[in-house]
T-cell receptor
Framework: GAGVSQTPSNKVTEKGKYVELRCDPI?????LYWYRQSLGQGPEFLIY????????DSGLPNDRFFAVRPEGSVSTLKIQRTERGDSAVYLC?????????????FGPGTRLTVL | AQKITQTQPGMFVQEKEAVTLDCTYD???????LFWYKQPSSGEMIFLIY??????QNATEGRYSLNFQKARKSANLVISASQLGDSAMYFC???????????FGKGTRLSVIA
């Protein structure tokens, strides 16, 4: 079956611009996560959805970052007024809600470069 | 708050030898999960192995095993019979039980030498 997909794979933008990053999770997975991975670091949590609602958005660095998942499947991470420090790989993961733990399946990521 | 520490920025191992990647964690939770992921140069995160805090036996998945020492708060990954394709970044991570976000360490870059 299809894994988690993310588009675009690469995005180059200019400082101050608005960008949208898309994540298509594995079909049937109710939980969806966004992480950000800077060079030489491990992924850092941004936001987590359970169905359509954001269950935890404590990792969003500031109000320029926003994410939606209107139908409980595809999610879009939106970044306003981009800054050079936003350059990173944005990873999306999904998992099935059941059992004592839930393996998170990751997408290939979107590499964002802010010039 | 949960925290993962990986103290080995890089490791080298000879092909066919075993290697241990260190991971220590800090949490006040009684119930938690520990994970190891592999990230090749292609960038995707590949799940390797999971250990629950209440699991009494160490987890094993093929050539991967997790040396879980709860009192020492360590969850080291052991890779047996290393292969050239094992060269990658390895991340230790933890979560509360159930569907919760992962907290990752900084990773260890493993290089397997022929």
């Amino acid at each position: 079956g299809a894994g988690v997909s993310q588009t675009p794979s690469n995005k180059v933008t200019e400082k101050g611009k608005y960008v949208e990053l898309r994540c298509d999770p594995i079909s049937g997975h109710t939980a969806l996560y966004w992480y950000r991975q800077s060079l030489g670091q491990g992924p850092e949590f941004l936001i987590y959805f359970q169905g359509t609602g954001a269950a935890d958005d404590s990792g969003l660095p500031n109000d320029r970052f926003f994410a939606v998942r209107p139908e409980g499947s595809v999610s879009t991470l939106k970044i306003q007024r981009t800054e050079r420090g936003d350059s990173a790989v944005y990873l999306c993961a999904s998992s099935f809600d059941g059992g004592s733990y839930n393996e998170q399946f990751f997408g290939p990521g979107t590499r964002l470069t802010v010039l | 708050a949960q925290k993962i520490t990986q103290t080995q920025p890089g490791m080298f191992v000879q092909e066919k030898e075993a290697v241990t990647l260190d991971c220590t964690y800090d949490t006040s939770d009684q119930s938690y999960g520990l994970f190891w992921y592999k990230q090749p140069s292609s960038g995707e995160m590949i799940f390797l192995i999971y250990q629950g805090s209440y699991d009494e036996q160490n987890a094993t998945e093929g050539r991967y095993s997790l040396n879980f020492q709860k009192a020492r708060k360590s969850a080291n990954l052991v890779i047996s019979a290393s292969q050239l394709g094992d060269s990658a970044m390895y991340f230790c991570a933890m979560s509360h039980s159930g569907n919760t976000p992962l907290v990752f360490g900084k990773g260890t870059r493993l290089s397997v030498i022929a």
